[in-house]
């Protein structure tokens, strides 16, 4: 098996691109020493050393692929297994047109393979473009769509039919945790059921997080996760975070968190009023591969004129892949008012 080798300030990134370029090979293990981590890929990387190895194969994937060896080819496997995802004990699946005559066998053995999965639903139709919510329909196990979810120490319950919810922003909320100090005023816009103030609010107890939500269901299980895990530092507020930012929260924050990647760009001139000078504002948004910072960095700027305040750019990052040739990406700036 091929490997290439990162340094480890560079992982996550790479891992990231290596997914969206279709390049990483799940069936094998990544493993790691005290400098670098070796993942597995499909073809030699530019820029980065590949060795070959005997490497090991994942324990998830290889018994799924033993039930199903006999019902789909690799290739047929290869694209069911990259379109799924687990949040608490329900699998969430994205089934191909093709394989749709054969997905209870799928759903079942996915099932038979991870026997802490207890529900199968499938994504159907489009998701809703304000509050990013995707139809599912469970096909295989017990018949809800309710969990309870585990991230850094904070549980959180949800509804994957009701609310939006990604586990693939884990990391990006241990980041920015890690980035918090101590007695900052937090706005957390578009805040879900209360991730991003949950892992937060866990390192940081200190700070004084006001998170905003628009869906009320999502509301409803921030301020169930916000009991569930005592965190007496989060405020929830349900409406608009247009409205409630320009209301009540006007040069409020030392930190101001937008993930909302399709049009969190239409919300700059409401964070640009809620920071502080100093503030730091985390914008997310989906971009091409190809120059991913360009489009959102020059709305940046040309908000903060409007606004009359200065802006620095302090990070820029892949966060995840999201669809062929599109990423995820995170900018950091700070706010100079
Ligand atoms: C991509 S999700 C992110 C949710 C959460 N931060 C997470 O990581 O799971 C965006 C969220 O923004 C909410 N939303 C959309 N427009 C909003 C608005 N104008 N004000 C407040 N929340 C909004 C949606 O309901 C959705 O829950």
Do not use: W
Not at 27 to 55: L, Q, S
Not at 65 to 87: G, N, P
Not at 185 to 191: D, E, G, K, Y
């Amino acid at each position: 098996m091929l490997f290439i080798k990162v340094p480890k300030k560079n992982a996550e990134e790479v891992k990231q691109r290596l997914i969206a370029e279709k390049l990483y090979v799940r069936d094998y293990k990544t493993f790691h020493d005290e400098e670098f981590v070796y993942f597995p890929v499909a073809k030699e990387v530019k820029g980065y050393e590949a060795i070959e190895m005997e490497g090991e194969k994942s324990a998830k994937t290889k018994k799924l692929r033993e039930i199903l060896a006999e019902k789909f080819s690799d290739e047929e496997f290869e694209d069911l297994v990259t379109a799924y995802d687990v949040v608490g004990d329900i699998a969430i699946v994205e089934i191909p047109e093709e394989f749709e005559n054969r997905e209870k066998e799928f759903a079942n053995a996915l099932l038979e393979s991870n026997k802490r999965l207890k529900v199968v639903a499938k994504k159907l139709g489009k998701v809703d473009t304000e509050l990013r919510i995707r139809p599912l329909k469970v096909i295989a196990g017990e018949n809800r769509t309710e969990t309870l979810y585990t991230e850094h120490g904070c549980c959180m319950r949800l509804d994957v039919a009701k609310v939006y919810f990604s586990i693939r922003l884990s990391h990006e909320r241990k980041r920015i945790a890690g980035l918090v100090k101590p007695e900052e005023n937090i706005l957390a816009l578009f805040a879900g059921v209360g991730p991003f103030p949950l892992v937060i609010s866990k390192k940081q107890p200190t700070t004084k997080i006001i998170a905003i939500e628009l869906n009320p269901e999502a509301v409803k299980y921030m301020k169930e996760n916000i009991k569930l895990n005592k965190a007496k530092n989060i405020t929830a507020v349900e409406g608009d975070a247009r409205k409630i930012v320009l209301e009540k929260y006007q040069n409020f924050a030392d930190r101001i968190l937008m993930p909302l990647p399709r049009s969190a760009d239409k919300f700059l001139d409401v964070a640009l009023a809620g920071a502080k000078d100093g503030c730091i504002i985390h914008i997310y948004n989906f971009a091409p591969i190809e120059n991913p910072y360009d489009e959102i960095e020059k709305k940046i700027f040309d908000e903060a004129k409007k606004a009359g305040v200065e802006v620095e750019i302090v990070n820029r990052k892949i966060v995840r892949p999201y669809a062929p040739k599109i990423i995820q990406v995170v900018v950091d700036f700070r706010v100079r008012k």
